[in-house]
């Protein structure tokens, strides 16, 4: 060997241990910061372990949190699907224009992470247009009579809360217990609602959805007659020898939300044993986000939501940002019309974080067209680069990124375009 390639193979050597220790130095690093992101979400469940942020599989039933009064099975939860895109749920339209135009999705759309795609939600009056929602040209603004003051809930991991709507008005269990209920007397029935002593998530679909917005369901209306989908009736509710009802439909509203999960998102994937699933930055951007938020004692739920706390944030009411919504005053007292305390004037209940960035506005008012924005209004006393980082994770390790799996099969029509269209 001469002394030029002898030098050359040194130089190849010296480049290549170089190289594995910077390699070596580089995997320390992403084991370091692995160790410490686990060390935070384990910190942050309230039971010292990484299941507690866990979802299960949408067709595991028996381990999705459910209503023991309204038991999960496979034709409940098709059936459930059916009806909340269904062009037959909305046959009670206020104008006789909106015919079959309206569904659960005007106000719950999958690609907004099953909330509302328009700034105001429009119910009877929206016509679905793809991925969006527009105004049905027959509704003038004065005959929109659905028009929510309310930004719509979100049914995403909708299993993870015993009560619901921003008020928590809805479920008689945990921060409900021993409240009276004539306390909701701007609801059409909320006494005879919670004294049916369903879970929140069941009197939502039923009160909220099934009553709120005409959707009525019997042996001769145009879904039911389907031999399909009454025959789904009898299958999902098999013990009731009339099974084909309103209560019944709701119960299967319910029941398909409550299989709604975000367990494709990174963070979830990275729970089930797959350390890739989130980059290191987005682990670093996770060291903030538990330590500000996970362990604050707000968004400390499985879904990062909250059932028993309820805050006022002084953000503008719906009223306050766009013509076409009036004052409303229950929407207004937020949580006092559940209560009765007037400290609980304008206090809101804190939402659950998964596909947030897929919402087309924030806050409870709709208010806000800008997650930065809203995450500074609501921590003005973070730095936003801290705040930046806590929003990069929930943007990026806390969004599944095929919510439509729950309304269409992949590369084919749902039983409900099958059968309906």
């Known amino acids: 060997m001469n002394l030029r390639n002898g030098i050359l193979l040194i130089a190849l050597i010296t480049a290549a241990i170089g190289l594995i220790e910077v390699n070596n130095r580089a995997s320390e690093r992403a084991a370091k910061i692995e160790e410490r992101f686990k060390a935070a979400v384990i910190a942050a469940a309230p039971t010292g372990q990484l299941e507690y942020f866990a979802f299960p599989n ?69 016509i679905i247009f793809g991925d969006t929602v527009v105004r049905n040209p027959y509704y003038t603004e004065d005959s929109l009579c659905d028009l929510s003051t309310l930004k719509a809930s979100t049914f995403l991991n909708i299993a993870y809360s015993d009560l619901v709507l921003w008020s928590g008005m809805l479920g008689y269990e945990g921060a409900n217990s021993g409240i009276d209920f004539d306390q909701l007397a701007h609801f059409e029935h909320p006494k005879q ?34 031999s399909y989908i009454g025959k789904l009736f009898y299958l999902a509710f098999p013990n009731d020898p009339h099974p084909i009802n309103d209560i019944n439909a ?134 936003f680069s801290y705040l930046k980082k806590c929003n990069n994770f929930v943007t990026v390790a806390l969004r599944d990124p095929n919510l439509s799996r729950y309304t269409k099969t992949q590369g084919e029509k749902t039983d409900a375009e099958l059968l309906l269209h």
């Open 250 to 383: 709701g119960l299967a509203i319910a029941a398909f939300e409550r299989t709604v999960l975000a367990n494709e998102a990174p963070f979830q994937k990275w729970l089930a044993g797959d350390k890739n699933a989130l980059s290191e930055t987005d682990k670093r951007n996770g060291l903030h986000f538990f330590k500000s938020c996970a362990t604050s004692g707000c968004h400390n739920s499985p879904a990062f939501g909250n059932d028993s706390e309820f805050h006022n944030f002084d953000f503008p009411n719906m009223w306050d940002c766009y013509d076409l919504v009036e004052y409303d005053e229950a929407a207004a007292n937020g949580r006092f019309i559940v209560t009765g305390d007037s400290s609980d004037i304008g206090k809101y209940k804190v939402p659950q974080l998964y596909n947030v960035s897929d919402h087309e506005c924030w806050g409870h008012s709709c208010c806000y067209d800008d997650m930065d924005a809203i995450v500074q209004a609501h921590n003005y006393n973070l730095e």
């Open 58 to 126: 949408s067709e595991d039933y028996s381990n999705i949190p459910q209503d023991p009064k309204n038991p999960i099975n496979k034709p409940k939860v098709e059936l459930g699907r059916i009806i909340i895109q269904s062009k037959y749920t909305g046959i009670k339209p206020m104008n006789n224009a909106g015919y079959g135009l309206y569904n659960c999705v005007i106000c719950h759309h999958d690609g907004h992470g099953f909330t509302n795609p328009t700034d105001v939600p429009l119910g009877d009056g929206g």
């Open 193 to 226: 609602l919670n004294d049916l002593e369903f879970k929140g998530p069941e009197l939502q679909a039923f009160g909220a959805g099934v009553m709120a917005h005409r959707f009525i369901f019997d042996p001769t209306d145009e879904l039911t007659k389907d």
